[in-house]
């Protein structure tokens, strides 16, 4: 399927009904599965057969769309999660454990950051934040002895900063660990941070893949690329036998191709329980259906925002970095010529009363934690999604207190700049 255009493998990818059976993915609402005999049991127990036990584990609906989220990605497998806070602690701690280092852009979403800053910091597992923009040397500088992933977004929620993605990953493979990157704003129709050296990439799958607001979730693709046992003093989980599972070595018994998911699903999702259920998976899949369809009137709407926005005398300020002005408009146009999400943000004249006042008088743009949604929403991320974070890391992260995000939708772009008009006014 990974021949076929990014289009054909959103409609088609990860499910091929045989003679006689239903079309669209079956929603296998079931917690567990029914087998003959113990012996048939024990071998899925002991990874000694691969089929279905128990839903916490695995489930064929969840594995239908994993499968069509790795094809979009190019990678070699992929799991889905309950959420995508759950996609990016699973990638990190699948291979990152007490007394583990991480090297993390500052610009990253305010979930992931608190997550890794302030809830993996309580595990032993430290972090060093460096700027979206650090030179190679700067990279350099920060990794150590126990550095064991580098993490990034490609286009940062809210800061809209892009990721040289290529440079991060040098970067991390020349200290012999992978780069994880959350890419959920671009998508894969926008980016496929696999085909630019990433070896992990993440998902939200609540935001653009859903599209709809009906469903929270997130995924895991691994790219099968990461050579684990070359390095493998640095992952003993992966390299090393595994005593719960009568000493699997993952890296032997599943290749590069498997053993990063097979691990994940096999221990963290055992022991976390983070699923997600079968019919979120089914509605995320309807979502997936027309992401290529979607995505490109999000970015046609997202950029007439932009472009309005930026020529109005009351804006100080306009991030997009689709707009020729923006300072990362070169590194999008490189990773994202096709265009990369429907999110604007911008501050207006008046700081934080201001853009209070302006929210309060929008009437399509809805005032909404969510982003990349059908319908148009807006946040003021200092006053909600990142008010834990104080003023200078939010200053470090690109986040002003009077910043709007505006997550444009699928609404005619005419309406939604009128809408902006008239709050503005
Ligand atoms: C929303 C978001 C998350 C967290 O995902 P949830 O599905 O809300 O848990 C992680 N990363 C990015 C970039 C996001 O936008």
């Given at each position: 399927?990974?021949q076929?255009?990014?289009?054909?493998?959103?409609?088609?990818?990860?499910?091929?009904?045989a003679?006689?059976?239903?079309?669209?993915?079956?929603?296998?609402?079931?917690?567990?599965?029914?087998?003959?005999?113990?012996?048939d049991?024990?071998?899925?127990?002991?990874?000694?057969?691969?089929?279905?036990?128990?839903?916490?584990l695995?489930?064929?609906?969840?594995?239908?769309?994993a499968?069509k989220?790795?094809?979009?990605?190019?990678?070699s497998a992929?799991?889905?999660t309950s959420?995508?806070?759950?996609?990016?602690?699973?990638?990190?701690?699948?291979?990152?454990?007490?007394g583990?280092?991480?090297v993390?852009?500052?610009?990253?979403?305010?979930?992931?950051?608190?997550?890794?800053?302030v809830?993996?910091?309580?595990?032993?597992?430290?972090?060093?934040?460096?700027s979206?923009?650090?030179?190679r040397?700067?990279?350099?500088?920060?990794?150590?002895?126990?550095?064991?992933?580098?993490?990034?977004?490609?286009?940062?929620?809210?800061?809209?900063?892009?990721?040289?993605?290529?440079?991060?990953a040098?970067?991390?493979?020349?200290?012999?660990?992978?780069?994880?990157?959350d890419?959920?704003?671009?998508?894969?129709?926008?980016?496929?941070?696999?085909?630019?050296?990433a070896?992990?990439?993440t998902?939200?799958?609540?935001?653009?893949?859903?599209?709809?607001?009906?469903?929270?979730?997130?995924?895991?693709?691994?790219?099968g690329?990461?050579?684990?046992?070359?390095?493998?003093?640095?992952f003993?989980?992966?390299?090393?036998p595994?005593?719960?599972?009568?000493?699997?070595?993952?890296?032997?018994?599943f290749?590069?191709?498997?053993?990063?998911?097979?691990?994940c699903?096999?221990?963290?999702?055992r022991?976390?329980?983070?699923?997600?259920?079968?019919q979120?998976?089914?509605?995320l899949?309807?979502?997936?259906?027309s992401?290529?369809?979607?995505?490109?009137?999000?970015?046609?709407?997202?950029?007439?925002?932009?472009?309005?926005?930026?020529?109005?005398d009351?804006?100080?300020g306009?991030?997009?970095?689709?707009?020729e002005?923006?300072?990362?408009?070169?590194?999008?146009?490189?990773?994202?010529?096709?265009?990369?999400?429907?999110?604007?943000?911008?501050?207006?004249?008046?700081?934080?009363?201001?853009?209070e006042?302006?929210?309060?008088?929008?009437?399509?743009?809805?005032?909404?934690?969510?982003?990349?949604?059908?319908?148009?929403?807006?946040?003021?991320?200092?006053?909600?999604?990142?008010?834990q974070?104080?003023?200078?890391?939010?200053?470090?992260?690109?986040?002003?207190?009077?910043?709007?995000?505006?997550?444009?939708?699928l609404?005619?772009?005419?309406?939604?700049?009128?809408?902006?008009e008239?709050?503005?006014?």
């Amino acid at each position: 399927m990974s021949q076929h255009g990014i289009g054909t493998r959103c409609v088609q990818a990860g499910y091929k009904p045989a003679n006689g059976e239903p079309r669209q993915i079956p929603i296998i609402q079931s917690t567990t599965f029914k087998y003959d005999t113990s012996e048939d049991m024990g071998k899925l127990f002991d990874l000694e057969a691969s089929g279905y036990f128990y839903t916490r584990l695995q489930n064929p609906t969840n594995d239908h769309v994993a499968a069509k989220i790795a094809a979009l990605e190019g990678g070699s497998a992929a799991m889905l999660t309950s959420s995508g806070q759950a996609a990016n602690f699973f990638a990190l701690f699948n291979i990152c454990e007490n007394g583990s280092h991480i090297v993390a852009s500052s610009s990253i979403y305010g979930g992931t950051f608190n997550l890794i800053a302030v809830t993996m910091a309580k595990m032993g597992i430290e972090v060093t934040f460096v700027s979206p923009t650090a030179s190679r040397d700067e990279l350099d500088a920060a990794f150590k002895e126990n550095t064991r992933a580098v993490f990034g977004e490609t286009i940062a929620n809210p800061a809209l900063t892009v990721l040289d993605i290529e440079k991060f990953a040098e970067a991390a493979h020349a200290h012999g660990v992978p780069l994880i990157v959350d890419n959920t704003f671009p998508t894969p129709v926008n980016c496929r941070p696999i085909e630019w050296g990433a070896d992990i990439v993440t998902h939200s799958t609540t935001k653009y893949m859903d599209g709809h607001g009906a469903g929270v979730g997130g995924a895991i693709v691994d790219s099968g690329r990461f050579d684990w046992m070359a390095h493998a003093d640095k992952f003993p989980g992966l390299t090393t036998p595994d005593e719960s599972y009568h000493g699997i070595v993952y890296a032997e018994k599943f290749g590069k191709e498997g053993a990063f998911i097979t691990k994940c699903t096999s221990q963290l999702m055992r022991d976390f329980g983070c699923i997600q259920s079968p019919q979120n998976a089914f509605i995320l899949n309807l979502g997936l259906e027309s992401l290529h369809v979607r995505m490109p009137r999000h970015v046609e709407n997202g950029l007439a925002v932009a472009r309005f926005l930026s020529a109005h005398d009351k804006v100080v300020g306009v991030n997009y970095p689709g707009l020729e002005s923006d300072p990362y408009y070169e590194l999008a146009r490189k990773y994202m010529p096709n265009g990369g999400c429907g999110v604007v943000s911008f501050e207006i004249e008046g700081g934080r009363p201001a853009a209070e006042s302006f929210m309060k008088k929008l009437r399509l743009a809805a005032i909404e934690t969510h982003v990349a949604d059908a319908r148009t929403c807006c946040l003021n991320p200092a006053t909600s999604t990142h008010r834990q974070m104080s003023d200078e890391q939010l200053k470090e992260a690109g986040i002003p207190a009077g910043l709007i995000r505006m997550s444009c939708g699928l609404e005619d772009k005419e309406d939604l700049i009128a809408d902006i008009e008239n709050a503005l006014g």
